[in-house]
């Protein structure tokens, strides 16, 4: 007779807990995390509150139901992976009318937040976002081509950009390099879990570079990957954004991408490659908040 640990682990999460899944809540923080350092940075002082809180809401609706669209497109595919079988849409709990009147519901509250308590350029851009992984990334690219996560990469970059629009009502060349950051940081991120779960991937029919090039060519271009992401991620300190502190961040956690990166290539194992997935969300919270650090310390010492 199983134990009631093994029968309470057995048990399907709650509906409401299956609807939130959807939304991808860990995903969604870390992008609205990247949007809300974007709006600190973009301000010479502390962003006004109001502003930012209305912004931060809106850019986390309109995620959250970019990432709920996704799940609905990929409901099959989904089904046949153990990683995402036991979502709501993959498992038949969630119909697509429900999909689609929550993803309305959240999508059309962010966007009334976004355009009346923000700016209409931070709603656009924060829409385009969701058209490009939702529909774009998501229903074209992604069963398309092996570079589909390089290709669909800049919607997942674009929070920066989104929290600078709200604050500033304009996304300089800043900003940008912020999203260039993320842009490259994107594809050793996800490829380093499509190493560990390639079997998962393999039974899905999406062409991820593990399945269509193989296993050494995808450590490969981690590896390349993350050299450049050193280059981007000292490039706040190149053009003045940001100061000595956070070039030693930066040179500190990069270096740490790269040498796992390297370790992987020369000896890969699925530990290895589950290490690197994990660091790199750790990375990627760290040097934004490593500029947000080095922003306040320079606010600090210009008011001495």
Wanted: aromatic content about 12%; glycine content about 6%; overall charge positive.
């Amino acid at each position: 007779m199983p134990s009631m640990t093994t029968a309470a682990a057995r048990r399907p999460p709650s509906l409401l807990r299956q609807y939130l899944a959807l939304t991808k809540p860990r995903v969604t923080q870390l992008a609205v995390f990247c949007a809300v350092i974007g709006m600190f940075v973009a301000t010479p002082g502390l962003p006004d509150p109001w502003l930012a809180l209305n912004a931060t809401v809106g850019i986390w609706l309109l995620s959250a139901a970019a990432f709920s669209i996704n799940c609905l497109v990929e409901r099959e595919t989904d089904a046949r992976m153990l990683r995402t079988a036991w979502r709501g849409t993959a498992s038949g709990q969630i119909g697509s009318h429900q999909v689609l009147l929550m993803a309305g519901i959240l999508g059309g509250a962010g966007m009334w937040i976004l355009y009346t308590q923000v700016n209409a350029l931070t709603m656009w851009l924060t829409f385009a976002s969701f058209v490009g992984y939702a529909l774009i990334y998501t229903a074209i690219l992604k069963p398309l081509t092996p570079q589909n996560i390089v290709i669909g990469g800049l919607s997942g970059a674009m929070p920066p950009a989104l929290g600078w629009a709200a604050m500033a009502d304009a996304v300089p060349a800043e900003a940008w390099l912020l999203v260039l950051i993320i842009f490259i940081w994107t594809p050793p991120h996800f490829w380093a879990l499509a190493l560990y779960r390639h079997h998962d991937y393999e039974k899905s029919g999406l062409p991820m570079l593990p399945v269509t090039h193989g296993q050494n060519f995808t450590q490969l271009h981690i590896l390349l990957y993350s050299i450049a992401l050193f280059a981007a991620s000292v490039m706040p300190y190149v053009v003045r954004m940001s100061g000595p502190a956070y070039l030693a961040a930066a040179c500190l956690l990069s270096g740490r991408f790269v040498w796992q990166s390297l370790a992987l290539y020369r000896n890969y194992s699925d530990a290895r490659a589950r290490k690197l997935f994990h660091y790199s969300i750790l990375y990627l919270a760290l040097l934004f908040a490593a500029l947000l650090l080095d922003h306040w310390v320079g606010l600090v010492l210009e008011s001495l």
